[in-house]
């Protein structure tokens, strides 16, 4: 049986856990075992650590996969761009500066902890396409996507530092990977033009609010211009807030007139495989009815 | 009545002193200098496209020029998004974004730093995540799931273990807030 230890964050857990009842549900439905990472902290985020110190940042992701280690884990699966970047981000440096590893380690190994450098780290959607498989994927579906217009946010992370990642698209300024795992659910996920132009969440967010909202209002406008998506679907958690709780925020603020939901791509499997409805997107806050019952009315 | 200016000094002395923080914080100069402003970096720089006044490519001509005021300054480089674009597609290999997280290094010796990278640093030093926000106890239930999740934020022996290790870290030095 596949095993995969599940990397949580922040934000997965303690913003948007119908993300991570998603991940635990598709993940189950596709016959993996999840092994929780107990004791497990923030990746760290950019603006933490690594923008304290190098070492500090390596011994940080260190005791992260220290931990999957620890339990005999080969892969790690994260929802987060954030966290999928920063832990291969540190990965990369520990394996290319062997002296940054060997620092870790004695650090790690003031409380009995080893980094060995053996365990990777997947965002959920590679994991899928990986080691899952599309044809395995379609026939685990229960609920057609039946048509459904997907308009994909990738996110920035999960394509760039392409060097440093296990896994990516052939061309990561043209992303196929996503799209295709929407549509091997029965949706439909057109090519669009800013296709992987950043949402502007996450330190621009906290910076320059209106600029970086500037950002998602430019991207969601032209993807409803060119696609007319009934719903978006990020590869990111961080993402998600953005398309998701911001969307409404700049709603009720008068900043924009549409409204689109928006899912995470494992919230999306998760309903195609059947989870109920109230856990994988409970916690949507643009409304997400007409998606489900885009979803649920057919099959 | 004469005109008051402000004259940065840019002899090489001035610059090396930045350089030598730089290669310090992580960032190696001499691969620095290698940098032609081609502005490809800037073509795919969402800060550029945001509208910040120093977006990548004039962050790396600064850096070349040795000016560390304006880091100190102008907040730019904390609205980095970590994106790796410009390190994607830089034709020299210079690596761009590792500069920025080297002059966001050498900033935070100065104490020159936004205060929610503090708020989110000392989250991250007391309970395990930089980003907490409240009520999640609700919202996990709300969707089925436990209160607490498996993280380090509701066990203690690991909290004071993780504690310990960032304690031997840089953090020890620099941190802008008590670690006991």
């Not at chain 2, 904390?78 to 920025?100: A, F, H, T």
């Amino acid at each position: 049986m596949k095993r995969v230890g599940l990397f949580l964050g922040c934000n997965i857990p303690l913003r948007r856990p119908d993300i991570e009842y998603s991940m635990r549900y598709l993940l189950k439905e596709l016959g993996v075992e999840v092994v929780d990472l107990e004791g497990a902290t923030c990746c760290p985020a950019f603006g933490v650590m690594p923008s304290v110190d190098l070492v500090g940042w390596c011994v940080a992701s260190g005791w992260n996969m220290a931990i999957a280690e620890g339990k005999g884990l080969e892969v790690m699966v994260t929802g987060c761009g954030s966290c999928y970047g920063s832990l291969n981000e540190a990965r990369y440096h520990m394996e290319k500066h062997p002296e940054i590893k060997e620092k870790v380690n004695e650090i790690l190994g003031s409380v009995g902890m080893r980094y060995e450098g053996k365990v990777k780290v997947y965002n959920i959607y590679n994991y899928i396409y990986d080691f899952i498989g599309l044809e395995e994927l379609k026939k685990a579906v229960r609920y057609s996507l039946n048509g459904l217009v997907c308009g994909v946010q990738v996110g920035c992370h999960n394509l760039w530092p392409s060097k440093a990642y296990p896994a990516n698209d052939e061309n990561t300024f043209q992303p196929k990977r996503l799209r295709e795992i929407c549509e091997a659910l029965g949706g439909v996920a057109p090519w669009y033009s800013m296709m992987t132009d950043c949402c502007g969440m996450g330190a621009l967010g906290s910076l320059a609010r209106d600029k970086s909202w500037s950002l998602f209002k430019r991207k969601a406008s032209k993807m409803i211009e060119e696609i007319n998506p009934e719903v978006f679907v990020t590869g990111c958690s961080s993402c998600l807030l953005r398309f998701d709780n911001d969307q409404a925020l700049m709603r009720k603020e008068g900043v924009i007139d549409f409204e689109v939901p928006a899912v995470h791509v494992a919230q999306l499997v998760a309903l195609a495989l059947g989870a109920e409805p109230e856990k994988a997107v409970g916690l949507a806050e643009v409304p997400v009815d007409k998606v489900v019952e885009k979803i649920r009315g057919g099959k | 009545m004469e005109k008051e200016v402000n004259v940065i000094k840019l002899d090489e002395e001035f610059m090396k002193e930045f350089w030598e923080e730089l290669e310090a914080m992580g960032m190696p100069v001499k691969e620095l200098r290698e940098c032609i402003q081609c502005g490809r970096c800037a073509g795919t720089c969402p800060m550029a496209l945001a509208g910040l006044e120093y977006f990548i490519k004039r962050i790396v001509h600064a850096s070349m020029l040795g000016l560390k005021e304006i880091f100190l300054d102008d907040s730019s480089v904390w609205g980095c998004q970590s994106c790796n674009r410009c390190v994607e597609v830089c034709p020299m290999d210079i690596k761009p974004y590792e500069l920025i997280q080297a002059i966001r290094r050498v900033c935070f010796r100065e104490y020159a730093m936004p205060s929610n990278t503090i708020d989110g640093l000392r989250n991250y030093y007391e309970r395990g995540h930089a980003v907490i926000v409240k009520g999640f106890e609700e919202r996990r239930k709300k969707v089925g799931l436990p209160e607490m999740p498996p993280t380090v934020i509701g066990n203690e022996e690991m909290r004071k273990k993780f504690q310990e290790v960032m304690k031997q870290t840089a953090l020890a030095e620099v941190a802008p807030f008590p670690l006991d």
